[in-house]
C-alpha cells in the first residue's frame, strides 16, 4: 500500500513499539509493549486461515449482505462473525476486520499486557491507562477534530468505524463516520457497517443512534455526517488528540 493511511495519525504511540503487518488483504498496526512481530504475523496467519478455509467451503459466507446461519462446527472467529451478523442484520463479512483485529490482540495478550490492533480503522485496544483514540471522518469539519476517550478498566474493547464517502468500507449509506464501542470489535465492526447503512443525509443520524440502542452488547456510537454529529451510549468525547 504506497498511499498514506491518515486516520493512523490520530493512534498515539504511547511509548509503545509500533509495526506494521501486512497479509493479502490484511494491514495491520501494532502498538504493543513488546516487540512482537513474528508473532503478530503468525496469529494473523491463522485468523485468516480459518476465514479462508470456511468461505472455500462455504462461498456464500464472503458475499452475502444477509445474516448468516450460526453452525456448531464453524472455527470460534468465523462463529464469532456469524453471530454479529445475525445480530446486526448484515452479511458476516460485515465484521472480518474487526474479527482480525480482535483475534489478532487476544492472541498478543498471551506475551504482553498492552497491545493496540488497528485494522483498517477498526481497533481492539487492551490498555493500562487512560488512552484517547481520534476519530477520522474524511472531509467532514469534524475529522480529526474529537477523539474517545478510553479508560484501561474498560478494556479489552472494540473501536469500530464504518464511512460511505471514504476507505475500503462496503456501506450503502453515506457517513462520514459511524463509530461504535463494543467488547466484541467483531460485533462494533458489523454493527458500525449496519449504522452506517442507515445514514444518508444529516436527518438520520438520530435513526442510525436508535439502531444502535437495541444492540444490548454496544456500550456506545457516534456518528458524523457533515458538519453534524449525534452520539449515544457510554461513552466519553473529547478534543481530537
Known amino acids: 500500500m504506497g498511499k498514506k493511511i491518515v486516520y493512523r ?24 509493549d513488546k516487540k512482537l512481530p513474528k508473532q503478530t504475523e503468525n496469529a494473523l496467519i491463522w485468523a485468516r486461515k480459518d476465514i479462508e478455509q470456511y468461505i472455500y467451503q462455504n462461498p456464500v459466507f464472503k458475499t ?15 462463529r464469532d462473525m456469524a453471530e454479529a451478523s445475525q445480530k446486526t442484520g448484515v452479511g458476516p463479512m460485515a465484521g ?5 483485529a480482535e483475534y489478532v490482540g487476544k492472541e498478543l495478550l498471551n506475551s504482553c499486557r498492552q497491545v493496540i490492533v488497528e485494522n483498517g ?16 471522518a474524511g472531509e467532514s ?9 478510553i479508560k484501561s478498566e ?25 463509530v461504535v464501542v463494543s467488547p466484541s470489535a467483531t460485533l462494533a465492526d458489523a454493527a458500525a457497517t449496519a ?6 443525509t444529516d436527518a438520520h443520524i438520530k435513526e442510525g443512534l436508535k439502531f444502535l440502542k437495541r444492540i444490548p452488547e454496544i456500550k456506545g ?21
Open 96 to 100: 472480518v476486520a474487526g474479527a482480525i
Open 64 to 78: 452475502t449482505f444477509n445474516p448468516f446461519p450460526v453452525k456448531e462446527d464453524m472455527p470460534s472467529i468465523v
Open 221 to 241: 456510537g457516534v456518528i458524523i455526517k457533515g458538519e453534524r454529529m449525534g452520539a449515544w451510549g457510554n461513552i466519553k468525547i473529547v478534543r481530537g488528540i
Open 141 to 149: 469539519p469534524l475529522s480529526g477534530k474529537i477523539a474517545l476517550e
Open 121 to 136: 480503522g477498526d481497533v481492539f485496544l487492551k490498555v493500562s491507562k487512560k488512552k484517547r483514540v481520534g476519530i477520522y
Open 154 to 178: 474498560d478494556t479489552p474493547l472494540g473501536i469500530c468505524c464504518s464511512a460511505g464517502t471514504f476507505g475500503h468500507s462496503n456501506s450503502l449509506g453515506k457517513a462520514d463516520a459511524a
Open 195 to 200: 449504522m452506517g447503512n442507515i445514514v444518508k
Open 9 to 32: 495519525d490520530l493512534i498515539k504511540q504511547y511509548n509503545l513499539f509500533s509495526f506494521q503487518i501486512n497479509i493479502k488483504e490484511s494491514n495491520l498496526l501494532v502498538l504493543c
